[in-house]
Nanobody, 124 residues
Framework: QVQLVESGGGLVQPGGSLRLSCAAS????????IGWFRQAPGKERDGVLC????????YYEDSVKGRFTISRDNAKNTMYLQMNNLKPEDTGVYYC?????????????????WGQGTQVTVSS
């Protein structure tokens, strides 16, 4: 069964850090286009940070540049989102996603496998 399972969400104070994990099963993340998406309260889900299958092309949503990093560990078949200097506006449900091929990084319709989402709340 093809599946992505996120973990690592929670409540963090502004300025803090979190690392989200997304473990894949039923397929190998190596060679896939992967990404992280966020649905803020009352808003549509948007792409936050996505990377291509060879890890040499990255899309960053403007507000996360310099603060968020995407990575993958092929041995663990897991992708990560490192989030530093978190702000209240980073609050939302974070989803990981994977695709065999995409034409446009972080174009949601092109990602065929999705995790269930994990809540991140940034608040004092």
């Amino acid at each position: 069964q093809v599946q992505l399972v996120e973990s690592g969400g929670g409540l963090v104070q502004p300025g803090g850090s979190l690392r989200l994990s997304c473990a894949a099963s039923g397929f190998a993340l190596d060679g896939y286009f992967i990404g992280w998406f966020r649905q803020a309260p009352g808003k549509e889900r948007d792409g936050v940070l996505c990377i291509n299958n060879s890890d040499d092309d990255t899309y960053y949503e403007d507000s996360v540049k310099g603060r968020f990093t995407i990575s993958r560990d092929n041995a663990k078949n897991t992708m990560y989102l490192q989030m530093n200097n978190l702000k209240p506006e980073d609050t939302g449900v974070y989803y990981c996603a994977a695709a065999i091929m995409v034409a446009t990084l972080c174009e949601q319709d092109e990602y065929e496998t999705w995790g269930q989402g994990t809540q991140v709340t940034v608040s004092s």
